[in-house]
Structure formats: C-alpha cells, structure tokens
C-alpha cells in the first residue's frame, strides 16, 4: 500500500525536516499551477516519471521552467534512451498518479528501482515545492532537506546541470 499523505508528514517529521503545505485545486500542469506559484516561496518544481528500453527506471524533479532534454538524458546518467513510463508502472513504483509524480513518491519505492536526477538548478532555490503525494497541495521543504529526505529514502540523487544539456547542442 503506497504512503499517504500522512504518512509522509510523519516521515519528514521523523527525519527533522520542517515542512509546510498549502491545499489547493488540483493542478496538473506547471502552466495550472502558475497562479498558486506566485504566493509561495521558492523553486517550483516539474517531475518527469521515465523508463528506459531495459526497464531502468528515472524520476527527474528539476525547476518548473528548466528545459528538461529527455533525448540526452540517457548519455549523462548511462542508460538506454528514455520515454516516459506507463501510468501502471507509475502507480506499481512510486504509488501516485500522473499530475502528482513528485520526490516524495520515493518513498514508495521500497525496492530501490529508480534513479533520482535532481536539476542543478533547483537546488539553488530555497524552499523547494513538491505535491505531497497528490496534486491537490503543494510542500515546501528546505533545499538541504530534500537531500536529506532522498538519502533516508535510499536515493541519493544524480545532481545534472540542465541547462548546460540544453545549451549543448
């Protein structure tokens, strides 16, 4: 049974990590969510769910507005090219639905099947916002903490420079 949001209040609790959230409409999108953005602090995020052809699973969590190179992705991290998974493995794996992949769903993953890519680029803002499992909320932690959060989830992160993949053309 996957976390709930509860859940997860308690396990940041357990780790120290300070944390607030803000209920919302549910929000899909980064361009839905823009007007809920504009009042909170700090980096918002996009998080893309992917797969590779030898079943490898990605979670990349980068800034809202960071140009996220999937078709070079897989050079960077040393796996097969990457499209993003179905919404079964996405439920399976990180145990959320699609419009509310987040980092936090690590914490489904008990078996340690993906790999988090973390943009360079969020973690020189602070706080970092996240659904809290669903996107009907949004959490804000500190930088330092979302490290610490990935880490006690058994995922220490690949820390990639987006825009430098972007601008290497």
């Given at each position: 049974?996957?976390?709930?949001r509860t859940d997860l209040f308690a396990f940041l609790d357990e780790l120290g990590i300070a944390h607030s959230t803000l209920d919302h409409a549910p929000v899909f999108t980064v361009d839905e969510g823009q007007?809920?953005?504009?009042?909170?602090?700090?980096?918002?995020?996009?998080n893309l769910f992917l797969?590779?052809?030898?079943?490898?699973?990605?979670?990349?969590?980068?800034?809202?507005?960071?140009?996220?190179?999937?078709?070079?992705?897989h050079k960077l991290i040393g796996c097969q090219r990457l499209s993003f998974a179905r919404e079964s493995d996405l439920l399976e794996v990180l145990g959320v639905r699609p419009g509310s992949v987040t980092a936090f769903a690590l914490m489904n993953d008990t078996d340690g099947q993906v790999t988090f890519v973390l943009d360079a680029a969020l973690l020189s803002t602070d706080p970092v916002n996240f659904h809290p499992l669903k996107n009907?909320?949004?959490?804000?932690?500190?930088?330092?903490?979302?490290?610490k959060f990935a880490k006690a989830t058994g995922h220490d992160p690949l820390i990639?420079?987006?825009?430098?993949l972007a601008a290497d053309d």
């Open positions: 049974m996957p976390a709930a007007a809920i953005k504009a009042g909170l602090p700090g980096g918002h995020t996009k797969k590779d052809k030898r079943g490898r699973f990605v979670l990349v969590s980068a800034l809202g507005d960071t140009p996220v190179r999937v078709n070079r992705l009907d909320a949004t959490t804000a932690i500190a930088r330092g903490d979302l490290l990639v420079d987006f825009a430098a």
